[in-house]
T-cell receptor, first 115, second 112 residues
Framework: DGGITQSPKYLFRKEGQNVTLSCEQNLNHDAMYWYRQDPGQGLRLIYYSQIVNDFQKGDIAEGYSVSREKKESFPLTVTSAQKNPTAFYLC??????????????FGSGTRLTVV | EDKVVQSPLSLVVHEGDTVTLNCSYEVTNFRSLLWYKQEKKAPTFLFMLTSSGIEKKSGRLSSILDKKELFSILNITATQTGDSAVYLCAVEPQTSGSRLTFGEGTQLTVNP
């Protein structure tokens, strides 16, 4: 079955550490996205990528980095520069034309906690 | 900058009640407005509304889009405890990249 796989589901980070969240899709989607969700808030866009080897900052990119070396993979690194990283992180993918929102597919998320 | 505002942020009702969730938006070159239901993890798609499809219905859920007033509502009739979730509204612009802008969400709790 096609879909998006995020791992791990839960992640604990010590202050000052970098951690990487995995996102893999087998939907042959061109575009991939990372969103952050805090309690009582909606989804905020961190980074997105429309094509391999290219990505753009979203609304809250500071303290995060991404890469897009393969079409299927879009890992997110939460660096030590991110002062408040505890949140729920969602990865999504879509086609990059037409009514892409209709085909938005989300992963199951990674819950990151700083200890 | 695109913007989506949802209200109320939180709502508690009893089974059988009818609820109306609101979504107002500002977007450059509107393409579509989407509603999602999020129970624990991944949001699931409910409706997409566009200039050519301003009213959608599926079972007890329905939604309308007012492009003039930049507003959408999601109605749920005869609510059930399984409707308890966060309901997210998002807008998609015409520009490529298909990045959605989400509202804060409405937390709906349906009590038995």
């Amino acid at each position: 079955d096609g879909g998006i796989t995020q791992s791990p589901k839960y992640l604990f980070r010590k202050e000052g550490q970098n951690v990487t969240l995995s996102c893999e899709q087998n939907l042959n989607h061109d575009a991939m996205y990372w969103y952050r969700q805090d309690p009582g808030q909606g989804l905020r866009l961190i980074y997105y990528s429309q094509i391999v080897n290219d990505f753009q900052k979203g609304d809250i990119a500071e303290g995060y980095s991404v890469s897009r070396e393969k079409k299927e993979s879009f890992p997110l690194t939460v660096t030590s520069a991110q002062k408040n990283p505890t949140a729920f992180y969602l990865c999504a993918s879509s086609i990059d034309r037409g009514y892409a929102g209709y085909g938005y597919t989300f992963g199951s998320g990674t819950r990151l906690t700083v200890v | 900058e695109d913007k989506v505002v949802q209200s109320p942020l939180s709502l508690v009702v009893h089974e059988g009640d009818t609820v109306t969730l609101n979504c107002s938006y500002e977007v450059t070159n509107f393409r579509s407005l989407l509603w999602y239901k999020q129970e624990k993890k991944a949001p699931t798609f409910l409706f997409m509304l566009t200039s050519s499809g301003i009213e959608k219905k599926s079972g007890r859920l329905s939604s309308i889009l007012d492009k003039k007033e930049l507003f959408s509502i999601l109605n749920i009739t005869a609510t059930q405890t399984g409707d308890s979730a966060v309901y997210l509204c998002a807008v998609e612009p015409q520009t490529s990249g298909s990045r959605l802008t989400f509202g804060e969400g409405t937390q709906l709790t349906v009590n038995p």
